[in-house]
């Protein structure tokens, strides 16, 4: 498969300080890769690399077979959607998309066709003779991804576009990015520091730390295999229950717990030393009885409803805070004291001084 993007050993410095890293990155024709990270770890700093933006200290970035890296933004065949939508408030939505075709002395019957095309994919013809006070939220960031997609590029850079909405509207907008990369087939560059967006959007997720991509892999991936210690906290809500303790003899020991890791998919660990195991709420179940190497014994602190199911938070003998998730329909009172079974198939562990995936 052909690469759509080519980052090749990108650095960013400002000043003294290194932004982005020794950088690559790879994106396939047609894929959808969203860039993750908390704030200041470099996301959308690497989008407006891509984008021609900033300059970069040194490396290469190829779009599409072409080394675009002194190449002015216009000229590298790409559209960029903005968190804040920076429509003319003074021209209608038919206005806001043709305004740059206009100046590209692109022909007027072209202008045309390519804005009927994208109000249909956008769902948003019956909004063209509307000026931009007259929509919503939601309708304005429509019209402002639908101002890059009559430019009819194949690479298209998103910074972060659903961030100034409201939960509902992210939700419906996040369905309907999803449809027109399902519709469209272009290449996708998607920043966001919302896992939620990540997961359900992203062919990969690169989560990125510092300027460095810490994990590049397919959504499942980088939720059931973290990489590190970094990752598998930052996925998942709420983050995955993180067990301090040694493993010897095939024995994970943590206080006044101990789990067999016969069963986790590392292989045969004899001797680890000190270690993490990461358990996922979902991956823990509860039991009415003690299972040796198989349980951990805690009490119930908190039963949190939250609709479609119910977040537990235990604690054991120790202090060690864990939490489980539980149908809705299975409801735990304050006090109880029960055992939960791991299933180390499915957990994590990572060595105490690398941070790193065993």
Not at 165 to 173: G, I, N, V, W, Y
Not at 257 to 284: F, Q
């Amino acid at each position: 498969m052909t690469n759509s993007i080519s980052v090749k050993d990108l650095t960013l410095n400002f000043g003294a300080v290194s932004v982005l890293r020794d950088l690559n990155l790879d994106v396939a024709e047609g894929e959808f890769i969203v860039l993750l990270g908390p704030s200041g770890c470099g996301k959308s700093t690497l989008l407006n690399c891509l984008a021609g933006l900033l300059d970069i200290t040194d490396g290469q970035i190829w779009i599409k077979g072409r080394n675009v890296t002194w190449a002015e933004p216009s000229d590298r065949g790409i559209g960029m959607v903005f968190q804040s939508y920076a429509l003319y408030p003074q021209m209608t939505v038919r206005g806001n998309l043709s305004f740059g075709l206009k100046n590209a002395r692109i022909p007027a019957d072209e202008i045309a066709r390519r804005v009927a095309r994208a109000s249909e994919v956008l769902q948003i013809g019956p909004l063209l003779d509307r000026k931009p006070a007259a929509l919503s939220g939601g309708q304005r960031q429509r019209v402002a991804i639908g101002r890059a997609l009559v430019r009819d590029v194949d690479v298209f850079l998103f910074d972060e576009p659903l961030s100034n909405l409201d939960a509902k509207l992210r939700s419906e907008l996040r369905v309907e990015i999803k449809r027109l990369h399902t519709r469209l087939q272009n290449t996708m560059v998607y920043v966001t520091h919302d896992q939620i967006e990540a997961l359900t959007l992203a062919d990969r997720i690169a989560v990125m730390r510092g300027g460095i991509i810490q994990q590049l892999d397919a959504p499942q991936v980088i939720y059931n295999r973290p990489a590190n210690l970094f990752v598998a906290g930052f996925i998942g809500s709420p983050s995955m229950n993180m067990l301090q303790g040694t493993v010897a003899d095939g024995v994970f020991v943590a206080d006044d717990i101990a789990l067999d890791m016969g069963g986790y998919d590392g292989g045969a660990m004899i001797d680890r030393g000190k270690a993490i195991l990461g358990l996922r709420p979902e991956h823990l179940t509860i039991q009415a009885q003690a299972i040796p190497g198989r349980t951990i014994a805690a009490t119930v602190e908190i039963d949190e409803p939250m609709g479609a199911d119910s977040l537990v938070w235990l604690v054991t003998a120790a202090g060690q805070q864990i939490s489980v998730r539980l149908p809705v329909e299975r409801r735990m009172a304050a006090g109880t004291a029960v055992h939960l079974a791991v299933d180390m198939a499915r957990a994590s562990l990572f060595d105490a001084g690398t941070e790193l995936r065993v």
